[in-house]
């Protein structure tokens, strides 16, 4: 099934401005996806899309909030998803997931503007995702990337699909529309994830494991560790 990029929540409308390259974006993010078997990262997707359509000058909006089906017996979840221009435009592919239940979600779903964390019936995971190998998922993260982008793109990175795509999508957007998609800055590796205190590469220490995250103490790398990087932190080269 192909989806349609005219209308929400695949693509765009024709009455907004630059429709036809948006559409060709989310195009391309979608078959990269599929392809690189980048799956159910909404929130990494978001980020990066949002940087291309920015570098483009194309307005957007991250918006993090519920994707509710239940009213059609399907589930209710935490999501990430773009606003364009008044438009809902959710690009996250999801691998297990048929092309037909995946447009069925989507097409069916109500996208609610509320914060996740406030709810208590959220599908976070269950068995079936357990054996699939699909880690429950955990909203806090979703928060900490969106409030921290330029973190959660430099260590996105360890993931091989997502750095995969991060470097596809920025090749292909600054070959069609010829502007540069930036690199997570420089500053994520100059001062403490945990108290932001500024310092030179060879004072802060990096976590062992995924090489990415830099800290000023042991005492902030461990209050970061049990307050967020447990669940983010993923050893270079991971698949």
């Known amino acids: 099934m192909d989806f349609n990029f005219t209308k929400s929540p695949f693509g765009v409308p024709d009455d907004i401005t630059r429709a036809k390259d948006i559409r060709e974006l989310l195009s391309t993010s979608m ?10 990262a909404c929130s990494k997707i978001n980020l990066i899309l949002h940087r291309c359509l920015t570098a483009m000058g194309i307005q957007s909006r991250i918006v993090y909030g519920i994707l509710d089906a239940q009213h059609h017996g399907g589930i209710k979840l935490a999501h990430v998803w773009l606003d364009v221009q008044g438009h809902v435009v959710d690009n996250t592919f ?24 406030e709810e208590n019936d959220l599908y976070l995971g269950d068995e079936v995702t357990e054996n699939l190998g699909v880690g429950d998922h955990v909203i806090k993260a979703f928060r900490w990337d969106l409030q921290n982008p330029e973190k959660a793109l430099a260590i996105m990175q360890n993931k091989i699909q997502l750095k995969s795509y991060f ?40 976590c062992s494991r995924c090489k990415v995250a830099v800290y000023c103490s042991k005492d902030c790398q461990k209050r970061d560790w049990m307050n967020i990087h447990k669940e983010l932190c993923l050893s270079p080269d991971t698949y």
């Open 94 to 117: 999801v691998e297990d997931f048929s092309s037909e239940q995946l447009f069925l979600l989507k097409t069916k779903a109500m996208f609610v503007e509320k914060n996740p964390e």
């Open 31 to 40: 078959g990269l996806q599929k392809s690189l078997r980048v799956s159910n």
């Open 167 to 206: 470097q596809k999508i920025k090749a292909y957007v600054s070959l069609k529309f010829s502007v540069s998609v930036n690199e997570p800055s420089t500053q994520t590796t100059s001062q403490c994830w945990e108290c932001g205190k500024k310092s030179s590469h060879n004072v802060l220490k990096k």
